[in-house]
């Protein structure tokens, strides 16, 4: 009986390592798909998203890793018109294609009080300053979206030193 306690103790810190990150793959990986877009991986690492801000092309396919205890979910009032919203089930490994130009943003729905969320910029949006904007504007009619007012101020700023506002 000591052999089944030993594996049952070991899944489980196995279990709690990859909540917390400390199995985490490298950031920012990516790849060419085989439907011809590129492949970007997004790892959570404890209650955030690694990389917080990614930038893709229409046709690209994002990934997430390390997701035990973790979902994604796209915030309804932030998704491009015309792109699908996203609610994925605790622990699933999403691979979801970005078709639409424009700015997504998605959350972890048990952390989001800890602000774990991510930006996805697909493409070169038009006028991405009044997006972002637009975006900030909205959150006063949705108090639950209130965590991504910092996100998006974060946005602005690596916008920014990318030459990209």
Known sequence: MKTKTTITASLFAALCMGA?????????????????????????????FN???????????????????HNVETIDIMVPEGQEKVLTEMGQLPAITFDQTGIVVYKCTPHWGARMGGIIVVGKPDDPSAIIDAYTAAIESDPSSKPAKGLLKKLRVDMESKGLL
Do not use: C, R
């Open 20 to 48: 917390f990150g400390i199995f985490s793959t490298a950031s920012a990986d990516h790849h060419e798909s085989s439907t011809g877009g590129t492949t970007h991986t997004v790892d959570a690492q404890g209650v955030k």
């Open 51 to 69: 990389p917080m801000f990614l930038y893709v092309e229409p046709g690209d396919t994002v990934t997430w890793s390390n997701m035990i205890g």
